[in-house]
T-cell receptor
């Protein structure tokens, strides 16, 4: 049982390049989330999904796209990377949306855009 | 709009002493949940404790307890008998029960350093 995994762990991009971050969970969770963490700002929600085939915008969605074609996978895409997207990206999943159900986090992906 | 505020960017505590990390929140939803996560230097996010807005008692999990004062909209984390391994960033987060998707709103975090 690996929990939530993220690929890759580190990446350096040049401005304008594109990439996809992969999140996978093996807990059969319905809900999945992408956050970014910047110094002094905590975690901010980029996009989320309430089930296979669904996605929705979070607090800071601009410049990102997501897809959830399979229940266990949630992909985050950057079509044209910008230095402002330098951050640590966390994926999380949760079985239910309410109550004491915490979100389970992946180990993070450190992205640098030069 | 819902908001979480952690006013202590950094805190120091002596090993074996107790420490309180502050968290205040703002919401108009009568039903919500409050979470605390720990982020050690290795980077992973570790769930510590949960408090529901209708819970009558303060939540406790081992050395962690949540001092929940609903009228003051505060949900402070108390760590008893601090250990060197408690040195980490601590994040308070809130989820309004009826928000779509169970989204968490995080505070800015408090960096705790435990001195030997």
């Amino acid at each position: 049982n690996a929990g939530v995994t993220q690929t890759p762990k580190f990446r350096v991009l040049k401005t304008g390049q594109s990439m996809t971050l992969l999140c996978a969970q093996d807990m059969n969770h319905e809900y999945m989330y992408w956050y970014r963490q910047d110094p002094g700002m905590g975690l901010r929600l980029i996009h989320y999904s309430v089930g296979e085939g669904t996605t929705a915008k979070g607090e800071v969605p601009d410049g990102y796209n997501v897809s959830r074609l399979k229940k266990q996978n949630f992909l985050l895409g950057l079509e044209s990377a910008a230095p402002s997207q330098t951050s640590v990206y966390f994926c999380a999943s949760s079985p239910l949306a309410g109550g004491p159900n915490e979100q389970y986090f992946g180990p993070g992906t450190r992205l640098t855009v030069t | 709009a819902q908001k979480i505020t952690q006013t202590q960017p950094g805190m120091f505590v002596q090993e074996k002493e107790a420490v309180t990390l502050d968290c205040t929140y703002d919401t108009s939803d009568p039903s919500y949940g409050l979470f605390w996560y720990k982020q050690p230097s290795s980077g992973e996010m570790i769930f510590l404790i949960y408090q529901g807005s209708y819970d009558q008692q303060n939540a406790t999990e081992g050395r962690y307890s949540l001092n929940f004062q609903k009228a003051r909209k505060s949900a402070n984390l108390v760590i008893s008998a601090s250990q060197l391994g408690d040195s980490a960033m601590y994040f308070c987060a809130m989820r309004e029960i009826y928000n779509q998707g169970g989204k968490l709103i995080f505070g800015q975090g408090t960096e705790l350093s435990v001195k030997p």
